[in-house]
């Protein structure tokens, strides 16, 4: 199940739980030091360690909109997909777990799940980190933790993200209230794609921002514990609508989906703004003839670099490629399946 698509019950608030780990080989510089023979070297005994349930992507032989697409996927960074020198992704379908071998660190490994699925994206990821430290040597001090490139990750080198949709305390002009105050114990909010993004579609990831001195229970239940309260006071603003401002929200609701089903062109940024509006449709039962899991496939699929890779075609300028997004989201919401990446 890809990391957008609907799970359980809170899915009118939390979008996705992510566990990343970061690791390193001793033995070797960290990444920004290493020779192109020991960068090699590290690929391939990730790999080997790996074994054939995973899939790798050199990425060194792909396309510039093919990488993109994988940054708007949430498979790599930003920063993965613009590097020089040997570097691959390996990825297993089956648990959306993925594994960056050389981004900052040797290995970033990754799991991401829909839903409020911390404990279960935990567990995957830590399977497939016991298998690499049974096969690989990963540096670890017994006093500083996992060692890694940047000090903040030092200790667990663990970061864990829940991704929300909170347009009701964005309207409310709270969200940087809540930012300050969550910074208190430990946590931040970011963008839809992660440190020095903007916010898109009300999305915001919260997560830890230390690692050293905390073990992986405290993370997880500090952060779980937070994004609780979030979710109550995102739906309590929700239902505190009434009387004419319901109404007027109804109406921008059903002026989005109309858009959305009829537009001619639409851009990245329109786009973002009616997904919202649709998106908070859903969650109150406003629209019932989309799907949150349809809607959620789309803000992925409708992306420049996956929206050019899915029509198989070579990249084109902005109008071209708005035509073609309101194209292929009348195509979705007119009851067309859609190509799960």
């Known amino acids: 199940m890809a990391w957008y698509q609907v799970k359980g019950n809170d899915s009118d608030v939390v979008f996705s739980s992510r566990i990343r780990f970061a690791r390193n080989l001793t033995g070797y510089r960290f990444e920004r030091g290493l020779s192109t023979e020991d960068a090699n070297a590290i690929v391939e005994k990730i790999e080997k360690a790996l074994g054939g349930e995973y899939v790798k992507t050199d990425m060194t032989v792909l396309s510039a909109t093919k990488a993109a697409s994988l940054v708007e996927q949430h498979l790599i960074s930003r920063d993965f997909a613009a590097k020089n020198g040997p570097h691959a992704l390996f990825r297993n379908d089956n648990k959306s777990l993925s594994v960056m071998a050389l981004e900052e660190d040797h290995i970033r490994l990754q799991c991401i799940l829909p839903g409020l699925a911390l404990r279960d994206a935990f567990q995957f990821a830590c399977e497939c980190d ?37 347009p009701a305390l964005k309207q409310a002009r709270m969200i ?18 992660g ?80 997904y919202t509006d649709l998106k908070l449709g859903i969650a109150l039962g406003e ?26 075609t070579a990249p084109k300028n902005g109008a071209e490629r708005d035509l073609e997004r309101a194209a292929f989201v009348k195509k979705a919401l007119g009851g067309s399946c859609l190509k799960n990446e």
């Open 130 to 166: 016991d298998r690499l430290d049974e096969a690989l040597d990963i540096a670890y001090d017994e006093t500083l933790g996992y060692l890694t490139h940047c000090p903040t990750n030092l200790g667990t080198g663990m970061r864990a993200s829940v991704m929300l949709f909170l």
């Open 176 to 193: 940087p209230s809540l930012s300050h105050q969550i910074s208190k114990i430990g946590l931040t909010m970011r963008g839809l794609y």
């Open 195 to 274: 440190e020095g993004s903007e916010p898109s579609g009300c999305l915001y990831q919260i997560s830890n921002q230390v690692t050293l001195g905390s073990s992986e229970e405290d993370i997880l239940h500090k952060l779980e514990e937070t994004v609780q309260s979030i979710m109550e006071k995102e739906r309590t603003l929700r239902s505190s609508v009434t009387g004419e401002a319901a109404l007027r929200r109804a109406d921008r609701i059903h002026r989005a989906e109309g858009t959305l089903r009829y537009a001619t062109m639409l851009s990245s940024e329109e786009f973002f703004s009616l």
């Open 287 to 312: 629209i019932d003839s989309i799907t949150d899991e349809t809607l959620n496939t789309l803000l992925i699929n409708v992306l420049p670099a996956t929206l050019t890779e899915n029509a198989g």
